[in-house]
């Protein structure tokens, strides 16, 4: 039979109780890893005074935050102990209870503070350590789970290269400079949704990165606002993004009484505006998906209107002809229409002017013993096949289009212009 001796003073192991209270309300850590944490530090504990902890109970109460430690042994005859860690003399036992008896168990709390003040700082130390340890891999595989999900987070702090921001849980994210829109401006106390890009462990820290520029941002984006594509009545195919600026989604339907772009946009533009107004108004482009690739080409490059399209499969490569005043609307502002269409399709699109009066201009080929080989093909990249094709354009557009330097533009045009003086 086991008897409960007197409890000890609980003021005097006022630091484990502490130490164990600070972290019972901890999120991210399940009841049954806590116990099991806390049950190991304290029979370390034990073992290292007594040699063993076989025989000690610990008892935890997690709702009020407290804890004893139990030492259980058994009562013999004085004189005749062999293992003092388990057993004590039946005059001991009685002097802790007067009516025990030779043969009964008696169960003793353990009063922490006869370990020493050292023992016990060590012990509050561990647990810490092991508790924490725990909670950060509780995080690192809350948001491993959650990698391509929307959060929403507040704002902490912003640096020049990345900003902190934390969860509802109080669990820090960061935001790089470069998963940022460009006009994307932030101060301390500010809502920001973001996707959960990738999660790593970083020296035993988990470090949780969030996105606004991937392209999976946006399509989550689709599927809050759009309710066939949360469904998987609409396929979005592929996404491809200029951030804050322009954006290409190619969608699909397998059920023919679904418009696929009409339901993404909705009346009057009202699913796709909230999706602009989170981007910064990013101009979006929502187009039907088809494996016909002259036809997706063509919806790719919306809006400029295509007069014909010449495909090299095996190079993947598009010759593209527009009318003259459809060009600028295929290459689009910066350039990032045409370079859109070209990722979102595959093809390495050229863009030439589908003109009858070419009699008297002349290719830029024909200048290649004049024009570096290059610089003419940068040029042919924003539309300017022809030597007219380049002198219509202003060289402050000229530069702007293209990745050349200023000098290097006004050579090209006094070039040109020489052929036709």
Not at 51 to 62: E, K, L, Q, W, Y
Not at 148 to 168: F, H, P, R, S
Request: charged letters at 35%; hydrophobic letters at 40%; a negative charge.
């Amino acid at each position: 039979m086991k008897k409960n001796a007197p409890a000890a003073d609980k003021n005097e192991h006022t630091e484990l109780v502490e130490a164990f209270s600070e972290f019972k309300d901890l999120k991210n850590i399940d009841r049954a890893s806590m116990m099991s944490i806390l049950e190991d530090v304290f029979k370390n504990m034990l073992k290292k005074k007594y040699g063993t902890a076989d025989n000690f109970d610990i008892v935890i109460n997690t709702d009020k935050g407290d804890l004893q430690a139990l030492r259980n042994r058994l009562i013999v005859e004085d004189g005749t102990v062999e293992d003092p860690s388990t057993q004590i003399e039946y005059s001991e036992a009685v002097r802790i209870q007067p009516d025990f008896e030779v043969g009964e168990e008696v169960s003793e709390e353990v009063r922490f503070m006869d370990f020493g003040r050292r023992a016990v700082l060590a012990a509050r130390q561990n647990l810490m350590a092991r508790v924490q340890e725990l909670e950060k891999e509780g995080i690192f595989r809350k948001y491993k789970d959650r990698v391509g999900e929307i959060i929403t987070g507040e704002v902490y702090q912003t640096w020049k290269k990345e900003t902190l921001v934390m969860d509802d849980d109080g669990n820090e994210l960061i935001l790089p400079k470069s998963e940022q829109i460009g006009s994307d401006f932030f101060k301390k106390g500010d809502s920001v949704r973001a996707v959960v890009l990738r999660v790593e462990m970083i020296n035993g820290t988990p470090k949780i990165i969030l996105s606004r520029t991937s392209p999976l941002f946006l399509e989550k984006l689709f599927e809050l606002e759009v309710p066939e594509v949360f469904d998987g009545l609409i396929t979005i195919k592929k996404i491809v993004r200029e951030p804050g600026e322009r954006a290409k989604v190619a969608v699909e339907s397998y059920d023919d009484r679904i418009d696929p772009v009409g339901a993404c946009v909705g009346m009057k533009g009202s699913r796709i505006h909230g999706i602009v107004r989170e981007l910064r108004n990013e101009n979006i482009d929502v187009i039907n998906f088809t494996t016909n690739s002259p036809l997706f080409i063509s919806r790719a490059l919306a809006p400029a209107k295509i007069t014909s399209i010449k495909l090299d499969d095996e190079k993947k490569r598009a010759s593209v002809f527009l009318k003259p005043d459809q060009v600028s609307l295929a290459i689009g502002k910066g350039g990032h229409n045409i370079k859109l269409a070209g990722k979102l399709t595959g093809y390495e699109i050229d863009v030439y002017r589908d003109t009858d009066d070419d009699s008297e201009d002349v290719d830029l080929d024909e200048f290649a013993d004049e024009i570096e080989p290059w610089i003419i093909d940068e040029l042919k990249t924003i539309g300017c096949d022809t030597a007219k094709s380049v002198l219509e354009l202003p060289v402050e557009d000229l530069v702007k289009r293209t990745d050349l330097e200023e000098e290097t533009i006004k050579e090209v045009v006094r070039i040109l212009r020489s052929e036709f003086e």
